[in-house]
């Protein structure tokens, strides 16, 4: 079969555009990034009576945040991330009627396959986390996994499988996230992007935008692939890497689950029967300076997955040290192609595991660089240098899930200066402190 390999939107990042201008503006926050990240955290904030103005470079919701896989998933989490996890699980089953928005929200559950002793022992070791954390997840045989995937014939040694988790359409959720902060007053400025934050006498003083500046006591980082740049004028470093994962829709493949299946090609079935598909484990890196720079960092991740990480030599280096993506403006939506070969690979294995889709159809493709950090763990903090700026970013490709109760830790963190879950373990200083190099495998 041919398989089409498309970007998602298809647009030239050097389209000239009208600017529009802003009068000079004030707001108690300024958001920068229109991601799941920010829409959610805007729309905390204005629930909560505080003024926000959100400038996004682009559009809401075109990066990573809709080029995801869909998974609303609290099984094999990082201990770290779990609690996290379980209060958007919660956040996730009451969305729809909250945003007042179709999100395609069903909870079908998630499912890990394990086709070797180390992937079984991994796990082995975290079904005694999520037992710890009062979640409802279970290990089942091969013919208990046929009972929830009947066309499944994969020769796997075992699969944990949690009944609670979900999935959603991410093209929907920014949307109806900004909508519902529109309501409640928020603002979003698209095509605006930040050019730098300005600080006054060491605190955080509002942004310069390419429509004009706004003044703000908080400003909120959630720039996903881009806040490592934006943050290093400040000097501040967080050590974020861009890794692409390609991803496929695929019609005809009959009934297959309601659950998210990762395995060695990982899918989900939409309502209407077609099925979001990738390589189960996908690791391409297209060096950058930033790959250079925080080489040691990453270095214990790079051997960890070496099997699995490629890395590429070519166009992103080369516009990276023409200094192209130090302009915001310049690539309003980051959209790379996706790859024929990973699309194929998943296909095969797609194939080859269950019955009835010989015959499936890849109608689209597109790709996403997920930011990720050296030990595959976010950073939601308000830092101590410089005051009034709270980082939310890093998701090393698991922040759809938790986007929303992200965005309300957040609006926590700002208002109430304490944050009702617990995100020390997600604090900025770690990567100084030199334990936030430490991966730890989960499933
Ligand atoms: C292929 C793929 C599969 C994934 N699968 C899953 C999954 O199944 N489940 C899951 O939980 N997660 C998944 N993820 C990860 C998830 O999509 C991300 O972690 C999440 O979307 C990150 O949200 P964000 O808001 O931090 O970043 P983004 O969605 O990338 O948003 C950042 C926004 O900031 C804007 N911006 C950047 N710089 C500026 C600036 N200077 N001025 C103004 N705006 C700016 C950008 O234009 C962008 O819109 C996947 C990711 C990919 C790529």
Known sequence: MLIPTHRLNGESMFKKRKLQTIENRAADVVVIGGGIVGCSAAYYLARRGVSVILCEKGDVGLEQSSRNWGFVRQQGRDEAELPLMMASNQIWQGLEAELEADLEWIQGGNLALAY??????????????????????????????????????????????????????????????????????AQFLTQCAVESIELQNGRVAGVQTEQGSIQASMVVCAAGAWSTRLLRPLGVKLPSLWIKGSVAQVAGAGDLTAAGVWGRVAFRQRGDGRLYMALGVEGEH???????????????????????????????????????????KRHRTLDPPASRQGIESALRYLQDEYEGVAKVTVE???????????????????????????????????????????????????????PSIEVTALRFSRFKEGVGTKHSPVV
């Open 116 to 185: 070797d002793n180390e992937r079984m022992e991994l796990i082995e070791r975290w079904h005694p986390i999520a037992k710890a954390h009062g979640l409802d997840t279970h290990l089942l045989t091969r013919q208990q996994l046929r009972d929830i995937v009947p066309a499944s014939k994969s020769r796997i040694l075992g699969a944990m499988y949690t009944p609670s988790d979900g999935q959603a359409e991410p093209r929907k959720l920014c949307p109806a996230f900004k909508r519902a902060a529109q309501a409640k007053g």
């Open 286 to 328: 297209h060096l950058m300076l930033d790959s250079f720079r925080f080489f040691p960092a990453f270095l214990p991740l790079y051997l960890h997955n070496r099997q699995e990480m490629k890395f590429r030599f070519g166009r992103v280096l080369l516009n990276d040290l023409f200094g192209r993506y130090n302009d915001f």
């Open 364 to 418: 689209r493709t597109w790709a996403g660089y997920m930011d990720c950090t050296p030990d595959m763990l976010p950073v939601i903090d308000q830092l101590e240098k410089p005051r009034g700026l709270v980082l939310a970013s890093g998701f090393s490709g698991h922040g759809f899930g938790m986007g929303p109760v992200v965005g309300k830790l957040v609006s926590e963190l700002i208002i109430d200066a304490r």
